[in-house]
Structures are given as C-alpha cells and as structure tokens.
C-alpha cells in the first residue's frame, strides 16, 4: 500500500509538472493574443482546465496526507511533511492568487491583471517543480 500511494503521488505531482510549464509558457502568455470573445474564452479555460488538473491535484493531495500516515519506513518523515506543505501553499497560491486573476480576466482582458496571474504563476511553476525532485527523492529512498 505505502509504494502504491508513493507511486500515485509521484505521477500526479509529474504530471502536474508538466501542465504547470505549459500554461506557464505557452498558455497564459497566450492570453495576451486572445481579444475576440475574450470573457466567453476565459471562461471556457477555467472550466476546462478545471476536469483537467482538479482531479489530479487532488490525488496529489490525498496521496501526500496518506504517505505521512503509511510511508515506506526508508522516506525520511520530514521530507514527507515538507512535500505535504508544498501541497498546501500550491492550493493557497491557487486559491488566493491565481483563481481570483481569472475571474477577474472573465470580465474581460486586462493587461495588468494578465501580467500579475504570470508573474504569480511562477511561483507554481517552481513549487511544483521542487515537489517532483522531492517526490522522486521519496522514490529514490524506497529503492536504496
């Protein structure tokens, strides 16, 4: 059970890797070019890529909580709590920055809104990448 939560929380964070780079270099720089129908747009995106990343960031979730509870003995426990932590300033960073940016964005594009949800976006882009090298660490521990 711990390896199989081990596993699940290392492909949801990879695979969250993957969709945090593209919107951050190709998706949201993109926005900018977007003038028609805006609103309608942005609001296609937010719903869209809600189906997309809301049911893996929360296995991603689930799975960090569940490793404290049942990890492998050989992951160090702090780094454990350390990952969960990251988990959780990536869903206030959500929450609190990038969420509100699109809903204002849905009124309609606004170049400083828009620049503000890039800027802010990068600090997922680098959290998640530093969950990825701690969640393959956590696999690295398990196979030594």
Not at 42 to 64: D, F, I, K, N, Y
Not at 84 to 108: D, E, F, I, K, N
């Amino acid at each position: 059970m711990p390896n199989l939560l081990l596993l699940a929380n290392l492909a949801a964070t990879l695979f969250m890797i993957g969709v945090i780079w593209f919107v951050q270099i190709v998706h949201y720089p993109l926005f900018e070019r977007i003038e028609a129908n805006f609103p309608a747009y942005s609001a296609a995106h937010q719903s869209l890529t809600g189906w997309v990343v809301g049911p893996v960031m929360l296995v991603e979730l689930l799975t960090s909580a569940l490793l404290i509870l049942y990890s492998p003995l050989q992951i160090n426990r702090l780094l454990l709590w350390i990952g969960l932590a990251l988990v959780g300033v990536l869903w206030v960073s959500t929450g609190v920055l990038q969420v509100p940016a699109h809903q204002r964005l849905s009124a309609g594009f606004d170049p400083a809104v828009h620049k503000r949800l890039v800027a802010t976006n990068w600090l997922r882009s680098v959290i998640w990448t530093l969950r990825g090298a701690l969640t393959l660490e956590f696999v690295w521990q398990t196979m030594r």
